[in-house]
């Protein structure tokens, strides 16, 4: 605790003579008073704002998206897809706000009337440990004063949420997205909710969630009241799909996921391993060249290593039997969207909410083994099993629409209107 400097002890001797005794610094000092001093270092912090608010101008909005960034990611899309809704569905005035450093290569995907801010790379450069990013980012949402901001990935919304959600809810309501816990090596939960929910709680209006098993462990984990939570399932990609009759080779899969440990890679080295007839087109980036996992995937001579991709349907192709999804934490992958309606074959865990997606009984254990998985890629190389696999998931896929997922956000109390 920072002491009161000499000049203010010399004012309060003063005061205590001609004011009042009380103000005797001998009395206040044994109070141990706290000083607030003008903040003259945060310059820095008034010129990233002043920044800010050039690139944003004089204009209104009706709603301020906060993301980390607009890159390839399932969250990411989910950004485009609520920016998307918002503005065409709902006529909101809409800004998308990227506020942590890194590359926005899909910012060109937003409509041409809905701005996209970078200020990321600004706010990086502010101190941290003093919260400025924080400060400036609160500062402009109360000058702007949107009738709503919606929190998606943005850690930096977030620990401002943390600071000053009592400001910002003077004008403004708060959504946010959360779609899954993550796990640490241990076993324990990490990730947002966890971080910010318990702290963040009285500035929610409501969190959005892709999936109805996340919100079940969350009022479980962290005692959330169930009505906070909104299920907004994503609306699956319209794309090709694969001819329901074609001449399929039933010894070629596809895998296509990070190169992570939530992506259990090891498990796909011991499938690959463990099924050497089979022959696996690998699509997907490591954190490192130097990862152990792809030094072992690349000694396999039944696995061909294709590297990122930026579509689905760009990978999958009739002569694939089976997509084979290895995550051991997840909420409902885009990816599995993509992957049933292009109509192959999902081989997925009973983990998160894939089974809002995919019949439990088509699943397999949440922590299956090389053995569970090769047992259902064999089944699937009976032609009657295989076609009924693939009915059901188009089924269950068909109802994944954009009006339905615009429909359930107009359900969402102050979200559409």
Aim: aromatic share 8%; hydrophobic share 40%.
């Amino acid at each position: 605790m920072q002491m009161l400097p000499s000049w203010a002890v010399q004012d309060l001797r003063d005061l205590s003579v001609t004011v009042d005794p009380l103000l005797a610094p001998e009395i206040v000092l044994d109070q141990r008073p706290q000083a607030f001093l003008t903040p003259v270092h945060w310059t820095q912090a008034g010129h990233a704002y002043e920044q800010l608010r050039r690139s944003i101008g004089n204009r209104q909005f009706d709603t301020v998206l906060l993301i980390p960034w607009l890159k390839r990611g399932g969250a990411d899309l989910g950004a485009l897809h609520h920016a998307r809704a918002l503005h065409e569905a709902f006529g909101q005035r809409v800004l998308v706000l990227a506020t942590e450093p890194g590359d926005s290569p899909w910012a060109n995907r937003l409509d041409d009337a809905t701005p996209f801010v970078e200020c990321g790379h600004s706010l990086a450069t502010l101190s941290l440990p003093h919260g400025e990013p924080e400060v400036v980012l609160a500062r402009l949402l109360v000058q702007l004063a949107p009738t709503r901001i919606h929190i998606i990935n943005s850690h930096t919304g977030w620990r401002m949420l943390q600071r000053f959600g009592k400001a910002i809810r003077q004008k403004t309501r708060v959504f946010a997205s959360l779609y899954c816990d993550e796990f640490e090596a241990d076993g324990r939960r990490t990730g947002l909710a966890q971080q910010f929910l318990p702290t963040c709680l009285p500035w929610l209006d409501a969190v959005i969630t892709d999936n109805a098993a996340s919100p079940t462990a969350w009022c479980d984990s962290i005692g959330v009241d169930p009505s906070l939570f909104q299920v907004v399932h994503f609306p699956a990609p319209e794309v090709p799909s694969l001819p329901p009759n074609r001449s399929i080779n039933p010894k070629r899969l596809l895998w296509a996921s990070r190169l992570e440990r939530q992506k259990r890679p090891d498990l796909l080295v011991e499938l690959a391993s463990s099924m050497p007839e089979f022959h696996w087109d690998v699509h997907g980036a490591a954190l490192s060249v130097d990862d152990e996992n792809l030094r072992r995937l690349k000694a396999l001579s039944n696995v061909s290593i294709r590297g990122s991709y930026e579509r689905f349907s760009d990978i999958v192709g009739p002569e694939h039997l089976a997509y084979i999804y290895t995550s051991c934490w997840d909420g409902l992958p885009n990816v599995l969207l993509e992957a049933t309606a292009s109509g192959i074959p999902v081989i997925a865990p009973q983990i998160g909410g894939i089974s809002d997606l995919i019949p439990t009984d088509m699943l397999v254990p949440a922590n299956a083994s090389a053995v569970d998985y090769s047992v259902a890629v064999r089944n699937l190389m009976d032609p009657a099993t295989r076609a009924k696999w693939i009915q059901t998931q188009s089924n269950a896929v068909s109802s994944f629409t954009w009006e339905r997922f615009v429909a359930s956000l107009q359900q969402i109390p102050g979200y559409a209107h």
